[in-house]
């Protein structure tokens, strides 16, 4: 089993709204480097949900891979915001895991929060620069923000 973090736009998609869904296709990610995350993700593999672009921004919940990536859909919707012209169905360039809910944290984990714990030094996140929509998570971290967060 791997550990992984995803982030999410709560205006666009918060971990409400999965509660709400039970299950989602993950679109819209267009980073080579967060795509293959993506293709690596496990049925089973836990997910901690972040919101981002919020104020503040943190850990809202836990989810688990539901279903393996597959192509992402919107890739071929010129109507949509994630349309690329060069993806073609024999070729796909993008991919998409379903993630499904399990539960909401009884308090969002605010970033700042996270950044004085130094149980998660080293944690991806937390690092200058990262700006990745999709990160794996160490199993050591995985579990502390899950105590956090309970």
Avoid at 20 to 46: C, H, I, P
Avoid at 47 to 64: D, F, Q, R
Avoid at 84 to 112: H, I, N, Q, S, Y
Avoid at 121 to 141: D, T, Y
Wanted: glycine content about 6%.
């Amino acid at each position: 089993m791997a550990y992984w973090l995803v982030k999410t736009e709560p205006e666009v998609y918060s971990i409400d709204d999965l509660a709400r869904d039970g299950s989602t296709d993950w679109t819209g990610v267009r980073n080579y480097q967060a795509r293959n995350f993506l293709k690596e993700m496990s049925v089973s593999d836990k997910v901690l949900v972040y919101h981002s672009n919020a104020e503040p921004s943190g850990v809202a919940g836990l989810a688990k891979i539901v279903g393996k990536a597959k192509p992402d859909k919107t890739q071929f919707d010129p109507k949509s915001e994630y349309f690329d012209g060069k993806a073609t169905k024999d070729d796909p360039r993008w991919f998409c895991p379903e993630v499904g809910f399990v539960k909401k944290f009884r308090r969002l984990l605010p970033l700042e929060e996270l950044r004085r714990s130094k149980a998660l030094a080293g944690l991806l996140l937390l690092q200058r620069g990262s700006r990745l929509s999709v990160i794996p998570v160490s199993e050591k971290h995985f579990k502390e923000i899950l105590e956090l967060g309970s």
